[in-house]
């Protein structure tokens, strides 16, 4: 557990010192207006309790990709105004192009406790995702301490997340990412039994990594979606026309086998929702029929979970203790092939047990199912969620203060 042992923003002794805060501010736009200012609220306890306890608070982030030059249709401009909006109280906007520039060094320079700056985007810098020493250090000049808050990114090494810890006194995971540690971190390494995974999506390749470390890990590995078939092939079924990732089949036998070796319980779709071929446009009405697994016509495709499918999962969610979920069971963006997705989403919206969503579309799914509170934790990073599951350590995270 010590890779998760590392201090939160409560450690700190925060009173009159400057707290250089990662947020992930990274909201859409449509004509420099903010049209969902979510992540902008989900950094606001941080920013809080850090203003409450007297610190003087510099804000930065990243928004979108401009590819280390200032490209003015994602400044952060707005970003500063709706939280100004959202704290009821001023924040300065120190809109320099080379982020920590005379504006920001001024601004920093005048501000009193309990004050807050928000610095240009970061990514404005070409050196910020190559973890530059220089930029680093500029940021790090900027600061006595420094509070990592943004998961999304924690999976990357650069200026903002990791190099400034090299200039700073101490450094601390925020909030959100002391959530997301003590959710996702403490679900794959250390979990109350039994242990239900549950993996769905297209590609079998995106996820590799996650099937080993998984194996190692979970009592029960579900996997549906589109790289089921894979699973389906290796077992010597006829899949007709789906979705199959070829080179994989071998190491989809492995795991086969693996699960076998380590007494996973592997559970792989039992019936099969079939279409004639892949809606055009994704959700257009088509014709649907169900066949068990292994009788899948030759000329049919999968494209979801059939009924005893989604009772089988369903009862295995049941009985979980922690249930980890990452990717649609189908194609989901159909209404008519979306039955299973919605069936997993449920049955982990109604289990006695600690639920956990690995960001994307399974947490669009269970938002638009109107079961988003009755999941203990939806993660906010998809990649990042990923690279927890996968077992590897994120250099966002590691690079934090160990806890005394
Ligand atoms: P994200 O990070 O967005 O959550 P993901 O890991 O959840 O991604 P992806 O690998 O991106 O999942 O796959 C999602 C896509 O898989 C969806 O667009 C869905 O339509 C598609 N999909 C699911 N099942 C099938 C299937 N049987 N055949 C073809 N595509 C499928």
Redesign the pocket.
């Known amino acids: 557990m010590a890779k998760f042992n590392k201090k939160t923003v409560e450690d700190l002794d925060v009173n009159g010192k400057r707290v250089l805060v990662r947020c992930d501010f990274n909201v859409p736009l449509k004509e420099g207006v903010i049209t969902d200012d979510t992540r902008i609220r989900a950094a606001l306890p941080t920013i809080q309790y850090l203003i409450n306890n007297g610190a003087r608070v510099i804000l930065c982030s990243h928004l979108g990709k401009p590819k280390g030059t200032a490209k003015p249709e994602l400044s952060l401009a707005p970003v500063a105004v709706r939280l100004s909006e959202l704290l009821g109280k001023d924040v300065c906007f120190a809109a320099d192009d080379e982020v920590v520039g005379p504006n920001a060094k001024a601004a920093v320079e005048a501000m009193k406790d309990g004050d807050v700056v928000l610095l240009q985007n970061t990514r404005y810098r070409a050196e910020e995702e190559k973890n530059a020493e220089n930029f680093s250090e500029e940021l790090g000049s900027l600061a006595d301490l420094f509070v990592n808050d943004a998961f999304g990114t924690a999976h990357r090494a650069h200026c903002s997340t990791v190099g400034v810890t090299k200039f700073v006194k101490e450094s601390a995971n925020g909030y959100l990412m002391a959530k997301e540690v003590e959710f996702l971190g403490n679900a794959v390494e250390n979990p109350v039994r039994p242990f239900v995974c549950i ?5 079998v390749a ?2 590799l990594a996650v099937i080993e470390n998984l194996l190692n890990k979970a009592d029960t590995l579900i996997i ?6 894979t699973f389906l092939k290796a077992k010597g079924y006829e899949i007709g026309t ?2 199959l990732d070829e080179s994989k089949v071998d190491y989809c036998k492995e795991m086969l086998a693996r699960a076998e070796e380590n007494g996973v319980k592997l559970l792989l779709p039992v019936d ?1 929702v079939v279409t004639k071929a ?1 809606p055009e446009p ?1 959700d257009a009405v088509v014709e649907t029929e169900v066949y068990d697994s292994d009788k899948i016509p030759a000329d049919k ?4 979970i059939g009924p005893k499918t989604r009772e089988l999962f369903a009862d295995a969610i049941k009985n979980a203790k922690t249930v980890v979920w ?9 209404p008519q ?1 979306a039955e299973g ?1 919605k069936a997993v989403a449920r049955a982990l919206a109604e289990a006695d047990c600690t639920s956990i969503i ?7 799914a269970v938002n638009s199912l109107g079961f988003a509170d009755r999941i203990t934790h939806i993660s906010t990073g ?2 990042a969620s ?1 690279e927890f599951l996968e077992g590897k350590e994120l250099p966002g995270i590691t690079a934090m203060t160990d806890k005394d």
């Open positions: 993996l769905g999506g297209a590609k995106d996820k549906g979606g589109g790289m089921a078939y789906s979705l099969t892949f994704i495709m999968g494209m979801d990452n990717g649609p069971m189908g194609v989901f963006e159909n092939l997705t690995g960001g994307g579309d399974s947490a669009a998809g990649g990923l």
